[in-house]
């Protein structure tokens, strides 16, 4: 039992486990990586209104549990696990969170009862597709008749081609700005090709197009980075749960497969490996896990953890994900085992909103002092 958690946390993880063993197989998986299925969207509806995954980290006055950090990373680690694809990433980890986080009240009871409720999705449309945090650029808002509209393009937008409410982050005169789109006037969506085939990804082009502000105008940039904080820690839960699979499937072929008359799992070089895996994915789960309770308790320099606990934890999927290949054998190569598919969701878990390259950037620059005045390559002048 994972000390951890307590009665009513081990409960709520089972339950999700059970849901997505029975709701959610591998088949399911495979049959939405061709083509958006009734079954996956039953299967979210059913999150929503039977698990109340939607609504719970939302507030209670807006239709929510009022649940934290905590219970999301439960919720996170077993969508890993199942390599569910579905629309909390896009609708709770960034929309809802990036409403709430705005502090805009009208917008909130506009949109997030409905989110909740599991009646409506959503996404949020990053400058530089939330992958560079250091000043991609964004579409542009103008000021019209009735409102505002919004020009230009926003790229590896996660679920932008069938979202219902498109978030999009805009320059204005007063600086980075957040809007809801409000019309599919002037808004072009194609869906785009991506190596992990269990996540959608869209380029969103905006000709015109009609929209409301959502926050204060110039005020995007603390709601967006907070945003992209609960991404990292949501990308790093998922990752956990997809190595817990693998190191779960791993171990269990190990057992059973036999080669010079005894299981592989006996040899010295198997078991170091997958040893190595376990310990990883403790390692990881338990960054993850600190990482959500300072979330929960609004801790300080959060941006900070989980920018270390988003590396750690992908990081540590790719090479559990690359070392389940190798434990398989041949058959961990082919297209019909499922070693592939957290292959490929783990490296595109370790890109998404913010490399480790970015992150580590981002930590440097956190923890190390700057060069000294005057000193070679400060930006003072020569």
């Known amino acids: 039992m994972d000390s951890t958690l ?37 299967v979210w509806r059913q999150l929503a209104q039977q698990l109340g995954v ?39 980890v960034l929309a809802a969170n990036a409403l709430v986080l705005s502090g805009d009240g009208t917008a909130g009871k506009e949109y997030l009862p409905a989110i909740a409720a599991g009646e409506i999705t959503a996404t949020l449309a990053f400058a530089g597709g939330g992958r560079d945090r250091f000043g991609a650029p964004a579409p542009v808002a103008r000021r019209i008749a009735d409102g505002w509209a919004v020009s230009g393009t926003a790229d590896r937008v996660v679920d932008g081609a069938s979202a219902d409410l498109v978030l999009v982050e805009a320059d204005t005169d007063a600086g980075r700005s957040l809007f809801a789109l409000r019309s599919e006037d002037g808004l072009a969506r194609r869906q785009v090709e991506t190596m992990d085939q269990t996540r959608r990804l869209a380029r969103l082009e905006m000709t015109g197009v009609r929209a409301r502000l959502v926050g204060a105008e110039g005020g995007a940039a603390d709601v967006l980075g907070g945003v992209r904080t609960l991404a990292a820690l949501a990308l790093a839960a998922e990752a956990v749960g997809g190595a817990a699979r693998c190191v779960q499937e791993t171990v269990d072929y190990a057992k059973v497969r036999h080669q010079f008359g005894r299981p592989i799992g006996s040899f010295q070089a198997v078991k170091h490996r997958c040893a190595e895996m376990q310990t990883r994915l403790e390692s990881a789960t338990a960054a993850v896990r600190h990482g959500a309770r300072v979330a929960a308790e609004g801790g300080e320099d959060l941006a900070l953890l989980a920018s270390v606990v988003k590396v750690h934890a992908t990081e540590s999927y790719f090479r559990t994900a690359a070392d389940a290949i190798q434990i398989f054998g041949g058959i961990g190569f082919t297209w019909e085992h499922f070693a592939h598919l957290h292959f490929k969701r783990a490296k595109s878990s370790e890109l998404m909103f913010g490399s480790p390259r970015d992150h580590r950037r981002a930590i440097a620059d956190a923890v190390l002092p700057g060069p000294p005045q005057g000193a070679s390559g400060s930006a003072l002048p020569g």
């Open 6 to 42: 307590d009665d009513a946390q081990h409960a709520y993880r089972e339950s999700l486990r059970q849901f997505f063993r029975s709701k959610w197989p591998e088949s399911s998986v495979r049959a939405s990586m061709e083509a958006r299925t009734e079954e996956e969207a039953r």
């Open 54 to 92: 939607a609504g719970l980290t939302l507030p209670e006055e807006v239709g929510g549990s009022g649940s934290t950090q905590i219970e999301a990373t439960l919720v996170l680690e077993e969508m890993g696990r199942a390599l569910y694809g579905g629309p909390y990433l896009a609708t709770v």
